[in-house]
């Protein structure tokens, strides 16, 4: 029997008792729920829970479940000719999500953000035919429930058979990574971040943290790099951990400027803050 953990949704190893810690949960990043650490089977989770499928963009589908499981992000379909990817993921898989996904052309490769949204990435995998889970090989160690499925690559970027590609950014985790497609928003470009940068509610901001939960703020060289590592790329739009939260246009001019804002409030000065070219 596997267990997921209540608080971030991230599921175990097969076991015939109750898995003891979340290592996870117990990281810095993340935190135990106020009753301790809980425990749930992926099948009582697929009696009193569901996911719903909304578009989000051309080729873009978002898959939230009902009512909010863990952290409470949306796994995103990016459809493309080449092969469908399922970006970030989560805890519940059932037999009508397998159909609406085989409907909208299936999964040829997952790839997923950080640890915070592994879930049951494994479980999403051998329900499409084992396909491949992209990791960045950094944090391996934060991977609760191994398996062949997962490939992971090292280096900055990695590109999918899809055409879409990887980029680590590191930051709020050393192998944090972002995806990005060259053919969405009609050429235009589209990045697909996880919360990392995270965008604000406001939608023309997007900021960055080493723990959202726990309120500790990412230190400048580390934005620094995050926009660095993104700077060779073209995006319009950029998306998200969460349904809605999407800057809509001109993205890469948000990203800077974010970023500007960012570092400004870190070290306040009179002297004005260095221009971030993108």
Known sequence: MTYLCVTCGTQFPDTDRLPERCPICEDERQFVGIHGQQWITLEKLQQTHRNTFFQEGE????????????????AVL??????????????????????????????????????????????WSRAFGGVPVYLHADDREWVQRSDGCIRFWHGETQTLESGLTLIR??????????????????????????????????????????SYPNFIPLDGASVRRIIAAMEPFRFAKLYGAWRNLVVQGNAKEVLRRSAERYIRALNPSPRPVAKINL
């Not at 080729?59 to 949306?74: A, K, L, S």
């Not at 589209?190 to 900021?207: E, H, I, K």
């Open 59 to 74: 080729g873009i589908w978002g898959i939230q479940t009902v009512p909010d499981f863990g952290i409470g992000q949306r």
């Open 169 to 210: 950014v590191g930051g709020h985790f050393p192998g944090f990574q972002v995806l990005h497609s060259a053919e969405a928003e009609n050429g235009q470009g589209a990045l697909f971040t996880g919360d990392q940068p995270q965008v604000c509610p406001d939608r023309r901001y997007v900021s960055f943290m080493y």
């Open 78 to 123: 990016v459809r493309s000719p080449k092969g469908n990817v399922l970006w970030d993921c989560i805890s519940l898989i059932n037999r009508d999500t397998v159909a609406l996904v085989t409907a909208l052309g299936g999964i040829s490769a997952i790839a997923i953000s950080h640890p915070h949204y592994y879930t049951s990435m494994v479980e």
